[in-house]
């Protein structure tokens, strides 16, 4: 788990606030939810025998000895909300959520044990037109954040339940004959999780399933089509994908069309979205019976991503004017100075040397940050009614009446 610093923060906010007004400019409105829920709705609708059921939770009993956890994702609590308060009625329903999701997992680069997911889900449409959609409007916020050219579009249709559950038994039957190669962890999902297998890591056990059966021969009509479907819009509006017949998701609750953002610059942790439909879940988890699809993003990820191929200074600019007050006396001038000026220019950044250190030595300070003026407040000014004001930029001094002051301000920062 990381504490998030300042400096590194500039970036995620550079990045959250484009991800903000792309998801408005769709219509999908915010949604805050509970960091924690019960257990048992993230074991039902994620599954008993994932991997973030079986082994990345972190669950507690209450007082009342009820179990709850600390969100491993987001969609299990939004679809817990939206059918608590009756959110299913109209017919175009969009949401999103920014926040923390926990799993306990082995840390490394790009993989945390808090990390922050921006999620967004989107109700009551089957066909693939919001498949599309959503595939357009991820595209847009890769745009946007300038790292388009370094992500690609995978996308796969994994069928329903009763396809996979068939398509399963065969590539169990086929795993089996070559169980000796397999290694430790397609070993152990060979008998819990199958279909974890396809998107394994590692490249021997990539040789073998080149033989495999493939989902794709297990789907049935409806499904097919609706991929062929998306997969002619995609084209027609040029949006470029690779279509990946071993991609799968590691919840349960998906069915159809998924797909995954990845990028070659992140090392192994590379993918930076994922999503898909999940026509079922909300119908499983007691609402009526409604289409959804959804994608959750990885920030940190995205930072890393962004990181490393835009350009952001290391300073933190986040001083405009920089008040020192020489003598405690003065200190009522400099706090009534500077509430004037916010007053007057709310978006300005005031700050006002509190320490206890000699003027040489504050204005070197002042010097030393990002602020473009100083403005000095000493005994002398207080008795002539004048501020000293030293532009940083421009290495000008000048002494100002208050209001020549609020003009002078205006003036440098527009
Ligand atoms: P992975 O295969 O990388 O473990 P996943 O299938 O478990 O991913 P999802 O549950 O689909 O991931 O989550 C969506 C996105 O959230 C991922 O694509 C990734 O960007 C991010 N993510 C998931 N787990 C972590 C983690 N432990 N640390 C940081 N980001 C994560
Ligand atoms: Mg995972």
Redesign the pocket.
Known sequence: MHDYLPKELKIWNYVEIILKEVLTSYCYLEIRLPILEKTKIFKRAIGNIT??VEKEMYSFNDRKGNSLTLRP?GTVGCVRAVIQHHLLHQKNNKFWYLGP?F?Y?RPQN????Q?Y?LGAEVFGFDTEDIDLEIIILTHRLWKRIGIDSYVTLEINSIGSKIDRFEYKKKLVYFLKKHEHLLDEDCKRRLYTNPLRIL?SKNQDIQKILKEAPLLSEYIDISSSSHFKNLCNMLNSHKIKYKYNPNLV???DYYNNTVF?WKSNQLGT?D????GGRYDHLVEEMGGKKTSAIGF???I???VLLTKSIKNFSEKLEEINIYIIFIGNNNKYYAVNLSEEIRDLYPKLKVFINFFNQNLKKKIKNAINSSARIIILIGDNEIKKGFFLVKDLKKEKEYYLLKYELMIKIQKIFK
């Open positions: 991997d973030v994702e999701m799993r997992e790009g993989r945390y044990r990390f997911q998107d998701r590691g919840l995954e942790q993918t930076i979205c994922a959750a993003i990885g940190e990820r995205l």
